[in-house]
Structures are given as structure tokens and as C-alpha cells.
T-cell receptor, first 119, second 114 residues
Framework: NAGVTQTPKFQVLKTGQSMTLQCAQDMNHNSMYWYRQDPGMGLRLIYYSASEGTTDKGEVPNGYNVSRLNKREFSLRLESAAPSQTSVYFC??????????????????FGDGTRLSIL | AQKVTQAQTEISVVEKEDVTLDCVYETRDTTYYLFWYKQPPSGELVFLIRRNSFDEQNEISGRYSWNFQKSTSSFNFTITASQVVDSAVYFCALRGNRDDKIIFGKGTRLHILP
């Protein structure tokens, strides 16, 4: 009964290092999302993917890249980590995208988060 | 552009009091979808409720109720007879009808004091 799995759960990096956060879902969902959560800022959307092979920018995409490797997996990469990227990162998935004939009222399922510190 | 505003950063009430969390949204889409999520101290995000823009019926689930008012672009959440277990951060979220972007408000941290 895994749902959305994020790895790692914790990571400490030095400025300038690169890192890939992994996310996998086993619910056969089409849409996947990456958010960051910072104190007082709520959840901010970094990138999302409506379906395998497509990705789109969210509110705060600078400094990040994503890959929708297949339907199950959506990774987030920091090429050159900066202290401003210290945050808790959440991956989420949702069953269907709007273009697939579904209403947009399907809730997201979230992973447990990755706490990332950049020194 | 879509926007969700949760003006109440933090609220503290004594147990058994009623409390309302405000959510005001902006969107140009004529069809849109609203959500509430709860984030307890353990950190996970838990879905509470969803509302379609074309369905203005208010909803009650136990001690929880939601008031959707299109005229004021608000989707407020009320907890009746609050309990300590309701202490959490609550997020309101919005999804339009043109893409799959889902935007969250900054959240309201709710403290229920025993």
C-alpha cells in the first residue's frame, strides 16, 4: 500500500553540489507534481507533469529540472544546489489530467516529503 | 493568473470553540476546482474536501463544514467544537480548467489549546 514514495527522506548538500530527488507512485496516476514547502510560504509548485513525456513549469521552476521517466516516476534535479533551495520537497500525484476527459476535481496524493538542507 | 489567499497565518482557540479558516481565490477560468488539505504535526498532507465551481452546495462532514460562495470567491472551512487533534496547518488549493496546475495558499496554522 505504498502510494507515493519519495527518496531520500533527508539530505544535506554543500552549495554547488547536484542532487536528484526521486518520486514514484504505484496508483497508475497520470499527473505528477513537485512542490516545495518553506515556512510562511505554503506549498509552491515547482514543476508538474500531466502525462508521461510532458512536463510544465510551475510557480518557482528556476534552479530545477525534472524528468518524467515513465508513468510511475517523476524526478526533480538540482544541478547546482544553493542555500535558497533548502526546503521540504513534496511529490504528489493525481489520477487523471484534464485532457483525458476527467474533471479536475481529483485530489492529489502526497508523498511524505524530502527534507533538504544546503550548506 | 490563479491565486489563493489564506489571510490568517495563525489562529489559536480553546478546545470546544468553533473556528473558521478563510480561503479567497482568484481565477479567470469559469470552471475550477477547490480543495482543502490538512497537514498535522507529523508532516503528511491529508486531503479533506473538494468542490467544483459549478456546485455551490455547502457540505458538512461531522464537525467539519465548508461554505463555498462564488460571489465573494471564497471557500471557507469551519470546525465546530474543536479538538486538540485538529491542531494542524490547513491549506486551500485551486485548480483551473485550462491546465493541470494546482496552486496552494500559504496555509493557516491552527492551534487548539486544551
Amino acid at each position: 500500500n505504498a502510494g507515493v514514495t519519495q527518496t531520500p527522506k533527508f539530505q544535506v548538500l554543500k552549495t554547488g553540489q547536484s542532487m536528484t530527488l526521486q518520486c514514484a507512485q504505484d496508483m497508475n496516476h497520470n499527473s505528477m507534481y513537485w512542490y516545495r514547502q518553506d515556512p510562511g510560504m505554503g506549498l509552491r509548485l515547482i514543476y508538474y507533469s500531466a502525462s508521461e513525456g510532458t512536463t510544465d513549469k510551475g510557480e518557482v521552476p528556476n534552479g530545477y529540472n525534472v524528468s518524467r521517466l515513465n508513468k510511475r516516476e517523476f524526478s526533480l534535479r538540482l544541478e547546482s544546489a544553493a542555500p535558497s533551495q533548502t526546503s521540504v520537497y513534496f511529490c504528489a500525484s493525481s489520477p487523471l489530467a484534464l485532457g483525458q476527459g476527467a474533471l479536475g476535481n481529483q485530489p492529489q496524493h502526497f508523498g511524505d516529503g524530502t527534507r533538504l538542507s544546503i550548506l | 493568473a490563479q491565486k489563493v489567499t489564506q489571510a490568517q497565518t495563525e489562529i489559536s482557540v480553546v478546545e470546544k470553540e468553533d473556528v473558521t479558516l478563510d480561503c479567497v481565490y482568484e481565477t479567470r477560468d469559469t470552471t475550477y476546482y477547490l480543495f482543502w488539505y490538512k497537514q498535522p504535526p507529523s508532516g503528511e498532507l491529508v486531503f479533506l474536501i473538494r468542490r467544483n465551481s459549478f456546485d455551490e452546495q455547502n457540505e458538512i462532514s461531522g464537525r467539519y463544514s465548508w461554505n463555498f460562495q462564488k460571489s465573494t470567491s471564497s471557500f471557507n472551512f469551519t470546525i465546530t467544537a474543536s479538538q486538540v487533534v485538529d491542531s494542524a496547518v490547513y491549506f486551500c488549493a485551486l485548480r483551473g480548467n485550462r491546465d493541470d496546475k494546482i496552486i496552494f495558499g500559504k496555509g493557516t496554522r491552527l492551534h487548539i489549546l486544551p
